[in-house]
């Protein structure tokens, strides 16, 4: 199974403030018949279930503020959060869907400083 | 509205079996591939098993290979997870979504393993 790796685990960030966390996989999760990454981001809050924020590494979901956005390709992807806002404390996982035995990153927690 | 709403989760002894169903509306469910991800108290997501739109193809974590099976019923919408010896290292909440990179999610079943 392709390994997918966070760093790092926690993170405290003033309001307004960047947030970056980074995200490895143990093989490329590039298709180079369609140069997509599969590789998606999620945002989860205590008592809800994960909220897809980005897929393909960096395509948006509808109604996500574009404070956040993703790069990477091949190995290693970034999730950015611009401007943290207070309702942006969460974990954020990162997920590849390359193979048929999907696999999630072990999060990493964004709180306020 | 799309939504996803599962059930049949619940307290079970170690060994025992239990079926999660997950009810899908808004969308064409026939048309998606289908997946159940779980999360242990405290800890991570972890993906637990896919089928494919057609049901032509299933697959499953290696964790619960040979004891779960999951199935689709496209005339009721509906997705389920066949659990069986089942063990303490399975209590979760599990939740069902859509897509290889889960675009949509229910709020997720509660599934205790315990004597």
């Known amino acids: 199974d392709i390994v997918m790796t966070q760093s790092p685990d926690s993170l405290a960030v003033s309001l307004g403030e960047r947030a970056t966390i980074n995200c490895k996989s143990s093989?490329?999760?590039?298709?180079?018949?369609?140069?997509?990454?599969?590789l998606a981001w999620f945002q989860q809050k205590p008592g809800q279930p994960p909220k897809l924020l980005i897929s393909w590494a960096s395509t948006r979901e509808s109604g996500v503020p574009d404070r956040f956005s993703g790069s990477g390709s091949g190995t290693d992807f970034t999730l950015t959060i611009n401007s943290l806002q207070a309702e942006d404390v969460a974990v954020y996982y990162c997920?590849?869907?390359?193979?048929?035995?999907?696999?999630f990153g072990p999060g990493t927690t964004v709180d306020l400083k | 509205e799309e939504q996803l709403v599962e059930s049949g989760g619940g307290l079970v002894q170690p060994g025992g079996s239990l079926r999660l169903s997950c009810a899908a509306s808004g969308f064409t469910f026939s048309s998606y591939g289908m997946s159940w991800v779980r999360q242990a108290p405290g800890k991570g997501l972890e993906w637990v098993s896919t089928?494919?739109?057609?049901?032509?193809?299933?697959y499953y974590a290696g964790s619960v290979q040979g004891r779960f099976a999951i199935s689709r019923d496209d005339s009721k919408s509906t997705l389920y997870l066949q659990m069986n010896s089942l063990r303490a290292e399975d209590t979760a909440v599990y939740y069902c979504?859509?897509?290889?990179?889960?675009?949509?999610w229910g709020r997720g079943t509660l599934v205790t393993v315990s004597s």
């Open positions: 089928i494919s739109e057609g049901a032509g193809n299933t």
């Open positions: 997920q590849q869907f390359y193979s048929t035995h999907f696999t």
């Open positions: 093989q490329s999760v590039l298709y180079t018949s369609n140069s997509k990454n599969y």
């Open positions: 979504a859509r897509r290889g990179y889960f675009d949509l």
